[in-house]
Antibody, heavy 117, light 108 residues
Framework: EVQLVESGGGLVQPGGSLRLSCAVSGFTFSSYWMHWVRQVPGKGLVWVSR????????TYADSVKGRFTISKDYAKNTLYLQMNSLRAEDTAVYYC??????????WGQGTLVTVSS | SYVLTQPPSVSVAPGETARISCGGN??????VHWYQQKPGQAPVLVIS???DRPSGIPERFSGSNSGNTATLTISRVEAGDEADYHCQVWDSSSDHWVFGGGTKLTVL
């Protein structure tokens, strides 16, 4: 059974940093692209970042480029999102999702990030 | 950047047909995917590649895509279909993934 479990969310001050984790199981992690998608409660989904199967290529939404870094740890079967220079507008539920032919076939349950003083 | 536009809300009576649109410039040349999201839950794929249903999704769900509009159609709507629906494409020119703003389906 495919499972994605996010962790690492919480309250952080503006300008601070946070690292989100997504532990995966039930599939070969090294064979799939992975993404982070966020959602302000009550609003729509917004794509954040993508990493390819071997970790050699990453892509970011303009709103987070230069501040966020996506990475994979194959030994731990874990996807990460390092978030620096956080802003109030980064407040959202962050989902990790598996890519299958350019759509998202499995999602985690989400982790809430709140940026506030 | 590529933009997808969805109506904020659609209402339909039980047993009727709901149609949720997703507009974008020449969206017919792209592949559109649809997700259902119920309150407090993660999104679930209901349609991929314009009109492919994943296993476990009822035949009542179907999709179409042409010109500047893609449409998710839900036939014989049930109370359990009440949810937010999001369309999504991959924009090859930017290598970015794009979502519409989401549509809240209310079953009257």
């Amino acid at each position: 059974e495919v499972q994605l479990v996010e962790s690492g969310g919480g309250l952080v001050q503006p300008g601070g940093s946070l690292r989100l984790s997504c532990a995966v199981s039930g599939f070969t992690f090294s064979s799939y692209w992975m993404h982070w998608v966020r959602q302000v409660p009550g609003k729509g989904l917004v794509w954040v970042s993508r990493i390819n199967s071997d970790g050699s290529k990453t892509t970011y939404a303009d709103s987070v480029k230069g501040r966020f870094t996506i990475s994979k740890d194959y030994a731990k079967n874990t996807l990460y999102l390092q978030m620096n220079s956080l802003r109030a507008e980064d407040t959202a539920v962050y989902y990790c999702a598996r890519d299958f032919k350019r759509y998202f076939d499995y999602w985690g349950q989400g982790t809430l990030v709140t940026v506030s003083s | 950047s590529y933009v997808l536009t969805q109506p904020p809300s659609v209402s339909v009576a039980p047993g009727e047909t709901a149609r949720i649109s997703c507009g974008g410039n020449n969206i017919g040349s792209k592949s559109v995917h649809w997700y259902q999201q119920k309150p407090g839950q993660a999104p679930v794929l209901v349609i991929s590649y314009d009109n492919d249903r994943p296993s476990g999704i009822p035949e009542r769900f179907s999709g179409s895509n042409s010109g500047n509009t893609a449409t998710l159609t839900i036939s014989r709507v049930e109370a359990g279909d009440e949810a937010d629906y999001h369309c999504q494409v991959w924009d090859s020119s930017s290598d970015h993934w794009v979502f519409g703003g989401g549509t809240k389906l209310t079953v009257l």
